[in-house]
Nanobody, 122 residues
Framework: VQLQASGGGLVQAGGSLSLSCAAS???????MGWFRQAPRKEREIVAA????????YYAEFVKGRFTISRDNAKDTVYLQMNSLKPEDTASYYC?????????????????WGQGTLVTVSS
């Protein structure tokens, strides 16, 4: 499975961006997640969603600002980012876990996209 993320860019603080990530293969019964990595920092989970959308996870630092969703017919996961802050600046990666319905750790994910850069100016 290959993942193609898009939607990153430059935005002012307080603004919004919408990321999307399309999978090349079927995503049936998978968990899809978004991670981010800022320069000189470790990769961290942002949000995740299971196949049915009945479970979602958000990192504390994005709760109330970001929303994860998925369209299984299109094998695509989305991340709506509102009220962006300069500290949200990072490369954002989408990923798929084929075996963990509640995956929150990066080592539980099997497939990774190439990353899309989000830059938030103050």
């Amino acid at each position: 499975v290959q993942l193609q993320a898009s939607g990153g860019g430059l935005v002012q603080a307080g603004g919004s961006l919408s990321l999307s990530c399309a999978a090349s293969g079927p995503t049936f019964s998978t968990t899809m997640g978004w991670f981010r990595q800022a320069p000189r920092k470790e990769r961290e989970i942002v949000a995740a969603i299971n196949w049915r959308g009945s479970w979602t996870y958000y990192a504390e630092f994005v709760k109330g600002r970001f929303t994860i969703s998925r369209d299984n017919a299109k094998d695509t996961v989305y991340l709506q980012m509102n009220s962006l802050k300069p500290e949200d600046t990072a490369s954002y990666y989408c990923a798929i876990s084929s075996h963990d319905s509640y995956a929150r750790r990066s080592d539980r994910y099997d497939y990774w996209g190439q990353g899309t850069l989000v830059t938030v100016s103050s």
